[in-house]
């Protein structure tokens, strides 16, 4: 008897469990629908709003740079190159760099067939590792691989971070102030010359 009592008892207590489980799911529910709902839509105003009006997408800015040519001493501006309607082509590059060696062939037939339609520069100087290019490592570097572009010295390495490069060879493409391509690693003929058409 006292068995069927006890079962009775746990199966009226299984029952009110089940009946107040139930209930705090109907009262989540409807919390969800009365708060989460408009939550939710509010988010999704705020986004609309943010990405319809304030946010910009499409190229960044290309930071700008005023360097020394390692071979010559002239000074290059970044500022009579970027906004004069031409596209510019920037490698970062360094001398002990074995991909960047192997780079001077693709870059050199770049200039020899793209040179009257774009502006072109190499830039060294900084290290990434344990060495840094000296002004006369990137001369060399000019003139062991024949290569009749400007290469430029920067020994703080602040604009390869500022372009958003950590590795060598690094390629940007620059028109109208905006950076429009960037790739790090060895880029073939055609790669850099179907990029460089899409700007010209």
């Not at 000019?142 to 060879?169: C, I, Q, V, W």
Request: net charge negative.
């Amino acid at each position: 008897m006292a068995s069927k009592r006890k079962r009775k008892m746990e199966q009226k207590a299984i029952k009110e469990l089940d009946s107040k489980m139930e209930a705090r799911r109907a009262a989540f529910n409807d919390n969800l629908w009365k708060y989460g709902l408009p939550i939710g839509v509010s988010i999704m105003l705020i986004l609309v709003v943010y990405f319809g009006f304030f946010y910009t997408l499409g190229p960044a800015n290309a930071d700008a740079w005023e360097l020394e040519e390692a071979e010559t001493g002239e000074i290059y501006k970044s500022s009579d190159y970027y906004n004069n309607g031409k596209v510019t082509l920037i490698e970062f590059f360094h001398s002990e760099c074995g991909y960047c060696q192997q780079q001077t062939d693709v870059m050199n037939e770049i200039h020899s067939n793209y040179s009257e339609q774009i502006d072109m520069f190499a830039i060294g100087g900084y290290n990434l590792g344990s060495n840094s290019d000296s002004k006369n490592d990137i001369a060399n570097f000019k003139f062991k691989y024949t290569m009749n572009f400007p290469h430029l010295y920067d020994n703080h390495g602040e604009l390869m971070r500022a372009y958003g490069f950590s590795s060598y060879p690094a390629l940007a493409l620059i028109k109208d102030g905006e950076i429009v391509y960037s790739g790090s690693g060895l880029k073939s003929y055609s790669e850099l010359s179907s990029e460089i058409d899409k700007h010209l």
